[in-house]
């Protein structure tokens, strides 16, 4: 039993050394060291370059050595979540939510939105309205709305009886429902009045999200392009001013020499550094050679990991929910009942981070994408998504195969 899973069932001490190799902000420190103090990061970098006699309270720190070759990461930050381990965020029921939420947590993703799918406007109200009320108690970090402003030809798993072109009378209602906690906003820009809905999603600074669309390259550009304008008059600015695509290739048009739709916008946005694509890496929503492929093209500061996980995730085969759309999981695979398009992730954040270092992205890049990167777009760079002194002390642990050992999050050991 390592000190860790020792404090897991008893208070953790104020004052705690972690050694090992540090992989954080695209750099990694062999002999690395993090000292906790409390619920906060009051230091991370090379070991020599620690005196605990300089730091109160640190003279008799406990101190947890990672074996040989083992690693510590910052925790995991995932922008596009539905759920896993049997709880569910779509269909807005407390106890299910919170199961999931102890899964995630317990999985290395230490931060992430609680994503919603197309939805009657009443669950879409009763949904915000409960995670409002965890992000007030710090356990979620915003709500992410996966339409109901989505493109029918693109639906993929969201139920088409519910898709809507864009109402800014309800939008209003979910943005106030919402009361500052939206934090993202998936919706297809070839619909009806989806200008007018990016400028209102910007003005209450709420991130467009481009996704579940059937539009064409012009469209995707110039609609990407007034998202990050709209954002940067809203006074962001950095990588929190960009706009970002809702898991790239999946939900919209694959790319054609003759009509590359989306995606060529896209790829040429977050080249730029314009926007932000997020990737399911998880080997079956893309394929590890395109993974290693938009890494080389646009770099690891323009890429979100996500995993797009459902109740499945972290479970076995079998008959589950995405929201209101009964789910089969074969294989690992979801797929929704009535049409058997996927139906969303089954991968842990880590997971996803481990298959990205196996399609040969390099485990700084990859740990970037997922952690540094998503925090940044949420505007919380300085409270998690690295090793850094002030930061929140959130920390994943892993073997050398990328195998989770131990989470920490705000200074406590998690199970």
């Given at each position: 039993m390592t000190a860790a899973d020792q404090f897991v069932h008893s208070s953790a001490p104020s004052h705690q050394i972690l050694t090992g190799t540090l992989v954080s902000d695209g750099v990694v420190v062999e002999d690395g060291l993090v000292a906790i103090d409390g619920d906060r990061i009051a230091y991370a970098g090379p070991a020599d370059g620690?005196?605990?006699?300089?730091?109160?309270?640190?003279?008799?720190?406990?101190r947890i050595g990672a074996p040989s070759g083992h690693f510590i990461f910052p925790g995991l930050v995932d922008v596009h979540c539905?759920?896993?381990n049997g709880g569910d965020f779509p269909g807005g029921e407390e106890a299910s939510a919170r199961k999931a939420v102890d899964f995630l947590h317990r999985s290395g993703t230490t931060t992430f939105l609680a994503s919603m799918v197309t939805a009657p406007r009443?669950?879409?109200?009763?949904?915000?309205?409960?995670?409002?009320k965890l992000v007030d108690e710090g356990l979620v970090a915003g709500i992410h709305l996966e339409g109901p402003f989505l493109s029918h030809a693109r639906c993929g798993a969201q139920n088409p009886d519910y898709l809507l072109e864009p109402d800014l009378d309800l939008m209003n209602e979910l943005v106030g429902a919402a009361a500052g906690k939206l934090a993202t906003m998936t919706y297809a820009p070839e619909l009806p009045g989806a200008a007018a809905l990016v400028d209102?999603?910007?003005?209450?600074?709420?991130?467009?999200?481009?996704?579940?669309?059937?539009?064409?390259?012009?469209?995707?550009?110039?609609?990407?392009a007034a998202a990050r304008e709209g954002l940067e008059s809203a006074g962001f600015d950095g990588?929190?001013?960009?706009p970002t695509v809702t898991h790239l290739f999946n939900g919209m048009p694959p790319m054609h020499h003759r009509a590359p739709g989306p995606v060529a916008a896209c790829l040429r946005a977050a080249q730029a550094g314009k926007a932000v694509v997020e990737l399911i890496a998880d080997d079956t929503h893309?394929?590890?050679?395109?993974?290693?492929?938009?890494?080389?093209?646009?770099?690891?500061?323009?890429?979100?990991?996500?995993?797009?996980?459902m109740a499945a995730a972290g479970l076995s085969d079998g008959n589950?929910?995405?929201?209101?759309?009964?789910?089969?999981?074969?294989?690992?695979?979801?797929?929704?009942d009535a049409t058997g398009s996927i139906a969303g992730g089954t991968a842990t954040l880590l997971e996803v981070v481990r298959k990205t270092v196996d399609a040969g992205v390099a485990l700084p890049d990859a740990i970037c994408s997922a952690t540094a990167v998503p925090a940044a777009i949420l505007g919380l760079s300085d409270e998690?998504?690295?090793?850094?002194?002030?930061?929140?002390?959130?920390?994943?642990?892993?073997?050398?195969?990328l195998g989770l050992t131990a989470v920490m999050r705000n200074g406590q050991w998690l199970a």
């Amino acid at each position: 039993m390592t000190a860790a899973d020792q404090f897991v069932h008893s208070s953790a001490p104020s004052h705690q050394i972690l050694t090992g190799t540090l992989v954080s902000d695209g750099v990694v420190v062999e002999d690395g060291l993090v000292a906790i103090d409390g619920d906060r990061i009051a230091y991370a970098g090379p070991a020599d370059g620690f005196d605990a006699d300089e730091f109160e309270g640190f003279g008799h720190a406990i101190r947890i050595g990672a074996p040989s070759g083992h690693f510590i990461f910052p925790g995991l930050v995932d922008v596009h979540c539905h759920g896993g381990n049997g709880g569910d965020f779509p269909g807005g029921e407390e106890a299910s939510a919170r199961k999931a939420v102890d899964f995630l947590h317990r999985s290395g993703t230490t931060t992430f939105l609680a994503s919603m799918v197309t939805a009657p406007r009443e669950d879409l109200l009763r949904g915000i309205e409960l995670y409002v009320k965890l992000v007030d108690e710090g356990l979620v970090a915003g709500i992410h709305l996966e339409g109901p402003f989505l493109s029918h030809a693109r639906c993929g798993a969201q139920n088409p009886d519910y898709l809507l072109e864009p109402d800014l009378d309800l939008m209003n209602e979910l943005v106030g429902a919402a009361a500052g906690k939206l934090a993202t906003m998936t919706y297809a820009p070839e619909l009806p009045g989806a200008a007018a809905l990016v400028d209102l999603m910007t003005f209450h600074g709420v991130t467009p999200s481009l996704g579940h669309t059937d539009c064409d390259d012009a469209t995707a550009a110039a609609s990407l392009a007034a998202a990050r304008e709209g954002l940067e008059s809203a006074g962001f600015d950095g990588v929190s001013s960009l706009p970002t695509v809702t898991h790239l290739f999946n939900g919209m048009p694959p790319m054609h020499h003759r009509a590359p739709g989306p995606v060529a916008a896209c790829l040429r946005a977050a080249q730029a550094g314009k926007a932000v694509v997020e990737l399911i890496a998880d080997d079956t929503h893309l394929d590890p050679s395109i993974v290693a492929t938009v890494f080389q093209l646009v770099g690891a500061g323009n890429i979100l990991l996500v995993t797009d996980s459902m109740a499945a995730a972290g479970l076995s085969d079998g008959n589950y929910m995405l929201g209101p759309s009964p789910v089969t999981v074969s294989n690992g695979v979801a797929t929704l009942d009535a049409t058997g398009s996927i139906a969303g992730g089954t991968a842990t954040l880590l997971e996803v981070v481990r298959k990205t270092v196996d399609a040969g992205v390099a485990l700084p890049d990859a740990i970037c994408s997922a952690t540094a990167v998503p925090a940044a777009i949420l505007g919380l760079s300085d409270e998690v998504g690295g090793l850094r002194r002030g930061l929140r002390a959130d920390v994943v642990t892993t073997d050398q195969e990328l195998g989770l050992t131990a989470v920490m999050r705000n200074g406590q050991w998690l199970a």
